[in-house]
């Protein structure tokens, strides 16, 4: 609930016509600038001075406009639910009084990342226009020149050998700059041996597939600037017709990289979305994969989806601890209008509904969000927003064996229509997690939609649709939470050519990896094409260890985004070796379960529940606590730690193939209060560390959990 502060509660906030901070907590203040060329500064307290944030430039009626503003007054101020404060400046640009640039701040007094956006607005007719044929738009420049070091992290990295997206740290080392070259990020480091800041925009796209990119200068300047599809040449600059940006990121700490790091981590957890729901480390459990078994097994992906077997597995998923059920593909009967298959649930979900509630469980349901059925009446009503591209539409085609469908354009009036279709299932079904998939950044460039008219190229349509999609998307979670606070909402990133980046985590999470890669990525298989008899493309489906080798590859991510925001799933048959594994891997965040769970033995159900009863007694320690981890994925041991430096409470997860004893010294002082699984012992050195000794027989996983009471 967004409450509306009309008085400035505990000083935090001053009028910002005086000489104080127009923005002051205990780590920050934000200032606007008389300085020439300096709207405003950034300073991080105890740190050697500003960070001064150049005016914002953009074309206008083909003539480039820096938007100084003299006098910028305070117009709205917001308390969100996540602990975040919202408030809104407004001021006319000084060389154009027809022009008003606002700036919007969002920020927690305990954290020093600040969000801001601007919001270009006129009283006159102009238009943004594109004179170079490309866009100009530089959204905010800081100086660079008295750090030493500079890194990129970027988030949408596809591994082809692992089939996933991660997170990769790349210096930039001076010779970029002195050549005046362009980075992706979306996140930029930068320091020296006093501080280090950050800039990033929250945008999502496939590296290398710039949209916004990060523009070095010889003099040390760095420009977040506009790449392609940002807006549109002649887009209407009007009273009814405002230019909003993206979000926008900057922050400072004392201290090196790892500090602003942990910073940045708490702030992607605490305070980037107001979807509280999305950051709770819940365990989900997903029927993918026993609909892919039952398939593999010569029948179909919907032989197994009723009544019957839904209630038998909510009956052991109960007993296993899981908390979130996840129907997927195949549940309804047309997309579009994503009503329920009553030929495989003839009351509507309501016995499942029922059981779920009586285990105080949730439901999930898969969505694709471009597909309508040929039937539907969502196609009827929104024909007129059908996604084309280069005039054509998409030849219909089954969706998971369910009628023949074709695709709308969220970037589209379309995106409210499905939106409220959502919110009405949450309210008749009571299904609060969304998981959405199959949906590609590209595909679409209709004239007439939101991403351009018949006087834009195809190229420029192209490129607007694929800029627009992820903000559209994060519109329509927005939409959906508000109306429905315990709405949860997955976008599948398991494929390549997705939208991933800070955009979409505003609002939601992402489902980031299932079974790993498949043949085609080892050239072991013509291109899609298995070469099993049972035609199952995935490589690594079977109990064992070599699976999570891939899966927990993905874990590189949870030192800047939390390990939680990106679902992966493992199994819960096979060995008690392989068990120990799967349950291992999802307690450091991946939280995921799917496979058959119907023949999962009793003493594996055990297994799980009594693990997971415990992992829960801990989990929120470990999704707060930064990840300490000595060996990757494959090796003997891989270790991490998932340690709350606050209370000493979480978790001490080791991995090995070899067999053998091994030892691990705990980074962080930890909680005296333990318990592991077998083959471990624990001492605690002066410090409080723990000092782990572990006896591995076979490929298997010791877990260890600090601070059970």
């Not at 640039?101 to 305990?110: D, K, P, S, V």
């Not at 029927?287 to 597995?313: D, P, V």
């Not at 649709?465 to 990133?493: G, R, T």
């Not at 995921?592 to 769970?597: F, K, R, T, V």
């Amino acid at each position: 609930m967004l409450i509306l502060c009309i008085v400035i509660c505990n000083s935090l906030v001053t009028h910002a016509q005086n000489n104080k901070p127009v923005i002051s907590t205990a780590l920050f203040n934000i200032n606007f600038s008389k300085a020439p060329g300096i709207l405003w500064t950034y300073t991080v307290k105890n740190t050697p001075g500003p960070i001064s944030i150049k005016a914002p430039v953009f074309e206008i009626d083909n003539k480039s406009i820096e938007c100084n503003v003299k006098n910028f007054k305070s117009v709205a101020v917001e308390k969100l639910s996540n602990g975040t404060t919202e408030q809104t400046f407004v001021g006319n640009v000084s060389t154009d009084t027809s022009l008003q640039l606002l700036i919007t701040f969002r920020w927690a007094a305990t954290n020093p990342v600040v969000r801001f956006k601007y919001t270009l607005q006129s009283n006159k007719s102009h238009l943004l226009t594109r004179k170079s044929g490309k866009d100009n738009l530089q959204y905010f420049t800081a100086s660079y020149a008295a750090n030493t070091t500079a890194t990129e992290i970027r988030l949408s990295d596809f591994d082809d050998k692992e089939h996933a997206n991660h997170i990769s740290e790349t210096p930039v080392e001076e010779r970029y700059f002195e050549n005046e070259e362009s980075v992706m990020g979306p996140i930029l480091v930068s320091g020296n041996e006093k501080q280090t800041m950050l800039m990033a925009y929250e945008h999502g796209s496939q590296y290398p597939d710039k949209f916004i990119e990060f523009q070095l200068k010889k003099n040390h300047d760095v420009t977040v600037a506009a790449c392609k599809g940002n807006y549109l040449d002649n887009q209407p600059l009007d009273a009814m017709h405002p230019y909003e940006t993206i979000w926008l990121e900057l922050a400072a700490v004392k201290g090196n990289a790892d500090a602003i790091a942990s910073q940045y981590r708490s702030f992607v957890l605490k305070y980037l979305s107001a979807q509280s729901e999305s950051r709770k480390p819940y365990i989900f459990y997903n029927t993918w994969g026993r609909q892919e078994r039952t398939k593999w097994a010569g029948g179909k992906y919907l032989t197994s989806m009723n009544l019957s077997t839904t209630l038998q597995e909510i009956e052991v998923a109960h007993q296993m601890g899981i908390e979130v059920y996840v129907i997927d593909a195949g549940w309804f009967l047309k997309t579009g209008d994503w009503q329920v298959n009553t030929a495989f649930f003839p009351d509507t979900l309501k016995q499942v509904k029922a059981l779920l509630n009586k285990y105080n469980m949730k439901l999930g349901l898969w969505f694709n969000p471009l597909a309508a059925s040929i039937s539907s009446d969502m196609l009827k009503n929104n024909r007129s927003n059908l996604l084309t591209f280069n005039g054509v539409a998409e030849t219909p085609s089954p969706i998971w064996e369910t009628e023949e469908s074709v695709k709308l354009s969220l970037v589209s009036p379309y995106w409210e229509d499905f939106a409220d279709k959502l919110i009405a299932l949450s309210k008749e079904l009571g299904v609060t997690y969304f998981k959405w998939d199959a949906v590609g950044q590209y595909g679409g460039n209709n004239a007439g939609l939101f991403n351009g008219t018949e006087k834009n190229s195809l190229q420029e349509r192209t490129e607007s649709y694929a800029f627009q999609l992820p903000i559209f998307m994060s519109k329509v979670v927005d939409k959906l939470s508000k109306a429905c606070p315990e709405s949860i909402v997955d976008f599948d990133i398991t494929e390549e050519g997705r939208s991933v980046g800070l955009s979409f985590l505003s609002s939601g999470k992402y489902f980031t990896i299932n079974n790993g890669p498949y043949f085609h990525n080892y050239d072991l298989a013509a291109v899609w094409k298995s070469p099993l008899p049972d035609s199952n493309a995935n490589i690594f489906v079977h109990p064992g260890p070599a699976r999570g080798w891939f899966t927990r590859s993905v874990l590189v991510n949870d030192k800047w985004i939390p390990s939680i925001l990106f679902l992966t799933h493992y199994q819960p048959d096979g060995s008690l070796n392989s068990q120990l594994i799967n349950i291992a891997s999802l307690t450091l965040g991946q939280n995921g379960i799917w496979g058959e769970i119907l023949k999962t033995s009793p003493d594996g159900v055990k297994l799980f529940q009594n693990i997971l009863s415990k992992y829960k007694m801990v989990r929120d320690d470990i999704t707060t606590s930064d990840p300490v981890q000595a060996g990757s994925p494959g090796r003997s041991p891989e270790v991490h730690e998932k340690i709350n430096i606050a209370n000493g409470n979480g978790a001490i997860v080791v991995f090995a193939n070899m067999p053998g004893t091994y030892t691990y010294i705990t980074k962080n002082k930890v909680a005296k209060t333990n318990w592991h699984t077998e083959g471990v012992q624990v001492k605690y050195d002066a410090k409080g560390r723990a000092i782990v000794k572990m006896d591995f027989k076979e490929s298997s996983a010791k877990i260890l959990f600090f601070g059970l009471e």
